[in-house]
C-alpha cells in the first residue's frame, strides 16, 4: 500500500482529501503544520507527499527544501495562488508537480499516478525484530509472544517497535514520548504509563511483577535484552 503524507492545515480540506485517498487505496496520515510534516517525514517516510504550501510553522517552501536534503521523495504542492513566481519557487524548491486550488480529486489522482510512474514505490525488506520471546514483523504488523499471535493497537505498537529496536538501553520518558508521540505532544505523561501498562499485560508472563518492560527508576523503561 502507497504510504502518502497530506499536510494541510483546513481541517475540513485535509479530512476530505484523506478520505478520499483512503478510499482510493493510500495509506493516509495527516499533519496540519510544516513543523508536524518534517516529524513525520522522519518518523514515518511516506512514499508521496501532498503539500500544501500556505501552512504554519514552517513554510511549505522550506518543507520541501528540508526534505529534499535526504529523501528524493514526490512532492505535489497544493498553492492557492496562480502566480507564476510561487510556482516556480516551490518547484525550484524541490516539488515534482503542482496543483492550483481549488481542483477535482480526479486531477489530484492523475498527478499522483503521474509522479508514482515516475518514482515507483519499492517494496519494503522485510523487516522482523526478536527480543527474547517477543517477535515482530514491522511491515505486517504482527506481534508473537512466546510464539503466541497477539493483537496490538498501532500506539501499542509502535511503542513496542521503539523498545525493542532499543532492547538492552534505557529511554527516558521525554525520548519515548518524542519519539512515539511526536515532539509536539504536550500531553499528560500519564498517558505512556497507560500504554506500559498495557502493553505488559501483553508481553509479560506476570504483568504484576514486569521482567521484560521494566522501570528504571527516575529515568524511565527498558525491556530486557535476553
Known amino acids: 500500500m502507497t504510504r502518502l503524507l497530506l499536510v494541510e492545515d483546513s481541517e475540513d480540506v485535509r479530512e476530505t482529501l484523506a478520505y478520499l485517498l483512503t478510499r482510493e487505496g493510500y495509506e493516509v496520515r495527516q499533519v496540519a503544520d510544516g513543523a508536524a510534516a518534517l516529524d513525520e517525514v522522519e518518523r514515518h517516510p511516506p512514499d508521496v507527499i501532498v503539500l500544501d504550501l500556505m501552512i504554519p510553522e514552517v513554510s511549505g517552501i522550506e518543507v520541501c527544501r528540508r526534505v529534499r536534503l535526504t ?54 525488506e522485510a523487516v522482523v525484530l526478536s527480543v527474547g520471546g517477543l517477535e515482530m514483523d514491522v511491515e505486517r504488523h504482527r506481534v508473537a509472544v512466546d510464539h503466541r499471535t497477539v493483537d496490538m493497537p498501532l500506539r501499542e505498537f509502535e511503542l513496542l517497535e521503539l523498545l525493542m529496536r532499543n532492547a538492552g538501553r534505557v529511554l527516558t520518558r521525554r525520548q519515548i514520548i518524542e519519539r512515539v508521540w511526536g515532539s509536539d505532544y504536550y500531553g499528560d505523561t500519564k498517558t505512556l504509563d497507560v500504554h506500559v501498562r498495557r502493553l505488559r499485560a501483553k508481553i509479560e508472563p506476570d504483568p504484576a511483577r514486569p521482567c521484560r518492560l521494566v522501570t528504571v527508576r527516575g529515568l524511565g523503561y527498558q525491556l530486557e535484552a535476553a
Open 71 to 124: 529523501s528524493d521523495v514526490p512532492i505535489i504542492m497544493l498553492t492557492a495562488t496562480v502566480g507564476e513566481a510561487n510556482i516556480v519557487v516551490g518547484l525550484e524548491s524541490g516539488a515534482d508537480d503542482y496543483i492550483t486550488k481549488p481542483f477535482s480529486t480526479p486531477e489530484l489522482l492523475a498527478r499522483l499516478r503521474s509522479v508514482l510512474r515516475r518514482h515507483p514505490v519499492e517494496e519494503p
